[in-house]
């Protein structure tokens, strides 16, 4: 990254590809047009510019060099460095070796994937359950392969942007209702039922990753049966979270056995990396014969399956840190809101400290950091101009004074900021 001054706006702008590195070649007119869009995301605000983790994520990891208490990472259950998956993890390295050597449909599937997949079937209560490598490739492949030209697909205005991108894949008709609104769902439902299409699915998150909300799964499902419409739901931020041992949001509304796909991934309760699809045998024989993203892609390597099937075994045995995680998870909100904070809608352990302007947002996590303290902000266009915040995330690994330290910090910057 270089500064250099900018004639044409007369100020000084931050060059993020340089052309005088010895060995890049780069086309010109590209180099300078990614600068120009860099530029606008910079001057919106918009540009990443990602901390590095010094080593496990952890409830205390450290971050950029500093030890601080950490509230952005989704490892809700504390499994990603939990002694039970690095050692499932390292026995499977040294009996399988660290890559699958191919694609699963040709020489990629181990026996371990075959496990796993029983596994998460087992955990789900389901029939079948397939393994994509994310849980965005399981979105982007499973939703276009099930809709075809002339099927409807209705879907949350505020769902997760890999179900956009399956969405836009498809050639079938596109409704969005309003989040959460079931009167919108039904109203979308009717205008759909008279255009007679083939096939009707609906698609929601499960809970919704910038407010941490719930879908009225219940709802939905009872909507989906009066209007024989298909249902796919997106639990990634439930896996681990809600339901009965962290089934789930199909175990958390009872509603088992009456949804068609329950899609979920490994990368955030669960500790690892992959995603998932519980559904039907013929569902799940279709999927992996149609799903690009599953027939083209190298296979997860032994250590990351055999830990996935480590985390699910360890939560059948015992539902403690799922326990501990809404034990957590209460206490802090409860601490938050008796000082004064909103925390917007939030009923899972997705707490966003609500600040409204975008400004204070960046603030309240700068002077986070500075205090020991991780939280993101979210601003626009990841939430309405007016609803920035930070977004913090409880885990079952925080202890009561690492929950108390973000409590106290939170609270002196929030009196600073006015927040209270
Ligand atoms: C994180 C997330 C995904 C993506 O899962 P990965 O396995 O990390 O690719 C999909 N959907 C939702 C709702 C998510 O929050």
Request: charged share 25%; glycine share 8%; hydrophobic share 40%.
């Amino acid at each position: 990254m270089l500064e250099v001054y900018d004639n044409r706006r007369k100020r000084k702008i931050i060059v993020f590809l340089s052309d005088d590195i010895p060995g890049v070649l780069m086309n010109k007119k590209l180099v300078t047009e990614l600068n120009e869009e860099l530029e606008q995301l910079k001057e919106q605000n918009l540009l990443w510019n990602p901390k590095t983790l010094n080593g496990p994520s952890c409830a205390k990891p450290t971050v950029d060099g500093k030890n601080v208490v950490m509230l952005c990472s989704n490892n809700y259950l504390g499994l990603a460095n939990h002694p039970a998956l690095k050692k499932a993890a390292i026995e499977a390295v040294e009996k399988y070796g660290v890559g699958s050597g191919s694609v699963r449909p040709i020489a990629g599937t181990m026996d371990l994937h075959i496990k796993l997949e029983e596994t998460i079937a087992k955990f789900k209560h389901a029939e079948a359950s397939l393994y994509y490598n994310t849980g965005f490739t399981a979105n982007s492949g499973a939703i276009p392969a099930l809709l075809r030209p002339g099927d409807a697909v209705i879907s949350d205005e505020l769902n997760h942007g890999s179900i956009i991108d399956g969405v836009r894949l498809t050639k079938a008709d596109r409704y969005i209702y309003k989040h959460k609104d079931m009167g919108d769902l039904e109203t979308r439902l009717k205008e759909v039922k008279e255009k007679n299409p083939n096939r009707i699915v609906i698609i929601t998150d499960g809970v919704f990753s910038m407010d941490g909300d719930i879908a009225p799964l219940d709802k939905i499902v009872e909507l989906a049966e009066q209007y024989e419409a298909v249902t796919y739901v997106d639990d990634a931020h439930g896996d681990g979270v809600l339901g009965d041992h962290g089934r789930g949001i199909v175990s958390h509304f009872k509603v088992e056995g009456r949804v068609d796909f329950d899609m979920g991934t490994f990368s955030k309760a669960f500790g690892t990396m992959g995603g998932h699809i519980s559904t039907s045998k013929t569902a799940k024989e279709f999927l992996l014969n149609k799903s690009r993203t599953w027939l083209l892609t190298g296979s997860h390597g032994p250590a990351t399956v055999a830990a996935s099937i480590a985390s699910l075994e360890l939560l059948m045995q015992s539902d403690a840190l799922v326990k501990n995680l809404w034990k957590n998870t209460n206490y802090y909100k409860k601490r938050l809101i008796e000082l004064g904070f909103d925390t917007g809608e939030s009923e899972t352990p997705i707490t966003p400290v609500m600040t409204y302007d975008s400004g204070k947002a960046r603030k309240l996590s700068i002077r986070l950091f500075e205090e020991g303290i991780y939280a993101l902000p979210i601003v626009y266009p990841m939430v309405a101009k007016e609803k920035a915040r930070i977004r913090t995330m409880i885990t079952a690994e925080h202890t009561i004074e690492e929950l108390d330290l973000a409590i106290e910090k939170i609270e002196m910057i929030g009196k600073e900021l006015k927040l209270i």
